[in-house]
Structure formats: structure tokens, C-alpha cells
């Protein structure tokens, strides 16, 4: 198991999560539970911290994780679903109402 991303909002480890098992990447979240423990414990023993169970998935999690943290960066434009039609920010890798998967061709 690597750790591929940590925040200390959990909200974000989980979405982290789903987008990741959406592709076929299986994750666990390591502290989940350990936020009321803050104070006691050392700030960064109880962050969220987002794992894949194979080593050999991580490169692909964190590409995945950095590509969409650019597309917000840059400013890009939201995409269009062509399952359903919605309109998705840019940052995001699937769509929000079906779950269809961004084309490469999906932008506006």
C-alpha cells in the first residue's frame, strides 16, 4: 500500500476515494475515525490520508489526482457529457449525474 494523497479536510480524501474506484483503482483511508483525537495526537498523525492497495496503482492515482488539480489551475473550460449532455467543470473526470467517464473530445 502507498499513500497518494492526504488532506486535513476528509471530504476531500473521500472524493479522492470514489474518483479513484471509479476507475478500477482499489483505495483505503487511513484515519478516518482519528479527528476527534486532534489535540492529543500530533496534527499530522490524524490527517486523512488516502492509500491504493497496490503499489502498482499509485503512479496512476496520483496522475490522476495532479491532472485534475491543473485542469482547475488552468482555468479550463467546463466539458459537455456526451452520455447525457451535462455540463461538468473542468477539474472533474466523470459526470456528475450519470457517471460517464470524460471523453478526450468532451470539452466545449
Known amino acids: 500500500m502507498k499513500c497518494v494523497f492526504r488532506s486535513q479536510f476528509l471530504a476531500d480524501v473521500a472524493h479522492w476515494r470514489n474518483m479513484l474506484e471509479l476507475r478500477g ?13 486532534l489535540g492529543d495526537l ?23 489526482i495532479a491532472g485534475a488539480h491543473q485542469a482547475a489551475d488552468k ?3 467546463p466539458w459537455r457529457c456526451a452520455a447525457c449532455t451535462e455540463s461538468i467543470e473542468a477539474q472533474f473526470t466523470a459526470c456528475w449525474r450519470c457517471g460517464a467517464e470524460r471523453a478526450a473530445e468532451g470539452v466545449f
Do not use: K
Request: net charge negative; charged share 25%; aromatic share 8%.
Open 25 to 37: 483503482i482499489g483505495c483505503h483511508i487511513r484515519n478516518f475515525h482519528l479527528g476527534g483525537a
Open 42 to 64: 500530533p496534527f499530522l498523525e490524524v490527517m486523512p490520508e488516502l492509500w491504493v492497495l497496490d503499489d502498482r496503482d499509485a503512479e496512476l492515482a496520483q496522475r490522476v
Open 75 to 77: 482555468g479550463e473550460p
